[in-house]
């Protein structure tokens, strides 16, 4: 129950944070347009792979360490903040060296600069998120994250409209984002880890050392996700990358629901792994069961709108944009299962295999790109189309390795979601039938029917287990009566 309640704290967060998501791509990447977007999207890709890299697995250890003994919680976290104070340095000379290397116009440079200022914040911040997340306080997080969203997109928004429409203008907002969204975490952290203690030089010591797997891990995947953007960037226009990046960041809007299930289950993985492992192979079945029956729908319906949701967005100038997200959207489905199974394994202790997997994978990922994006231009094709190809092909083959990695009970719980995935998926082709004659109308038309579909037949097939419907239910009734209660006492404390 508590699993659900937290997966249901940070999804009561969702809409509001798409919602403000859509309204940032709405209007600031049609107002940029694909040029100056591009800077923006290449900014960011770059500084997220340097923090990986410099991240030295802290922040994993930090969640397993206090998960298994929070009593520990204010010395694992002062450590940790100390840490990754020291990190921000190399991260600001490392992004400044690389936009130098690389030959980046100047206006790019000054982008990356302040992005990585942005990133700085968040590399220390991380630790207090975390923190939260082990001490299983995922509503903090989830309101930082829209605190994060709303400054982001609300000042974006100002900022374009009142004729500032420079990559660098949008990036001095995203630093005011990430410092703001910090500062709440760090205020809420004051009653949870009340004990200021000290940094001390054998936790510091034991993040740099446990940590080495995970940095590992992170900065592989970090290359294997990001890489295609910065290789495109440097034999691609900023156009291209633009519309390139316009497209992932519609994906990574629907990137957070694996995330948000993962980081709710963690610290009972964790747990579970060392007392009661039947319980973390169930734990693991239902939240699997869950993305499984979310992602097949939301991939199918991201394909057949592509073309009228970048079209309302974006406008004219990203045409190609909708290619590359029909691309994409197939992703999904593999991305969510690989995220849930990549957690369960780092939760089993086994990050060893999992970084190797993601390391071959890499390399696999850049020596894609680096055949595919010549080879589509020399086609007279645009180079978001082979970068797109590139992840597609990775993420399978990312899905596929995980799969086999797996410890025996974790496949069999894959096993048993054969007959949910299977009844997900007629629903999903039903769905897909009927959205298909109204694909082209406006974005909101086929979104409604689908969404309706997809119930309905949801519905008459069971998609969701009548026992995990129940609970479910009640886990929402639980929420609604707490946000009542609070609700009545605050206009009591207010009288």
């Known amino acids: 129950m508590k699993i659900l309640r937290n997966a ?20 600031v990447p049609r107002a940029l347009g694909p040029g100056e977007l591009g800077r ?12 990986s890299v410099l991240d030295t697995g802290t922040t994993t250890v ?17 450590s940790a903040i100390a840490l990754r104070i020291l990190l921000t340095v ?15 116009a100047p206006q790019t440079r000054l982008v990356l600069l302040l992005i990585a200022l942005a990133t700085a914040v968040n590399t220390v911040a991380a630790a207090a998120t975390f923190t939260l997340q082990a001490l299983e306080r995922m509503h903090i997080n989830a309101i930082a994250g829209v605190l994060n969203n709303t400054v982001l997109s609300g000042l974006a ?24 969204a910090a500062a709440y975490q760090f205020w809420k952290l004051r009653d949870l880890a009340p004990h200021r203690a000290r940094p001390e030089w054998q936790v510091i010591r034991h993040y740099l050392v446990a940590g080495v797997p995970y940095a590992v891990g992170a900065a592989t995947l970090s290359l294997y996700v990001w890489i295609d953007g910065i290789l495109l960037s440097m034999m691609a226009t900023s156009a291209e990358v633009g519309q390139y990046g316009a497209a992932t960041q519609l994906i990574a809007t629907m990137g957070f629901l694996p995330s948000a299930v993962s980081a709710a289950v963690f610290p009972t993985l964790a747990r ?17 069961r869950i993305l499984i029956m979310l992602s097949l729908p939301m991939a199918a319906g991201l394909a057949l709108t592509a073309r009228s949701l970048v079209g309302a967005l974006y406008g004219n100038g990203y045409g190609p944009t909708a290619v590359v997200l029909e691309i994409l959207a197939v992703t999904l489905v593999p991305v969510y299962i690989a995220t849930l199974l990549g957690t369960v394994m780092v939760t089993n202790d086994r990050q060893n295999a999992w970084t190797w997997m993601t390391a071959g994978l890499a ?12 080879t589509f231009h020399r086609m007279g094709q645009h180079g978001g189309y082979a970068a797109a190809t590139a992840v597609l092909i990775t993420d399978l083959a990312t899905a596929v390795g995980v799969l086999v990695l797996a410890s025996p009970a974790i496949r069999g719980a894959v096993a048993r979601c054969g007959a949910d995935g299977l009844r997900s998926l007629l629903a999903t082709l039903g769905m897909a039938a009927l959205v298909w004659p109204v694909r082209d109308q406006m974005f909101l038309i086929p979104v409604a029917v689908g969404a309706a579909a997809y119930v309905c037949l949801g519905g008459v097939l069971r998609v969701v287990p009548p026992a995990e419907l129940e609970v479910l239910k009640q886990v929402l009734s639980r ?6 209660w609070r609700r009545r006492l605050a206009r009591v404390e207010s009288g």
């Open 8 to 27: 249901a704290a940070q999804l009561v967060g969702l809409p509001v944070s798409w919602a403000l998501s859509f309204i940032f791509l709405a209007v």
């Open 272 to 288: 579970n792994f060392l007392d009661d492992r039947q319980r973390m192979v169930a734990v693991a079945e239902r939240s699997l």
């Open 62 to 78: 930090l969640w397993k360490d206090i998960s298994r003994r929070p009593e520990r919680a204010s010395v694992y976290l002062s």
């Open 157 to 180: 928004v100002l900022v374009v409209l009142a004729g500032y429409r420079q990559a660098a203008d949008v990036a001095w907002v995203a630093v005011v984002a990430a410092v703001v």
């Open 363 to 374: 390399v696999a990922n850049i020596g894609l790109n680096l055949i595919l994006i010549p």
């Open 479 to 484: 929420t609604a009566a707490r946000m009542t």
């Open 90 to 104: 190399p991260l600001l000379l490392g992004v400044a060296g690389f936009a130098r290397l690389a030959g980046y």
């Open 40 to 51: 923006w999207s290449v900014a960011w890709a770059v500084c997220l792979v340097a923090r």
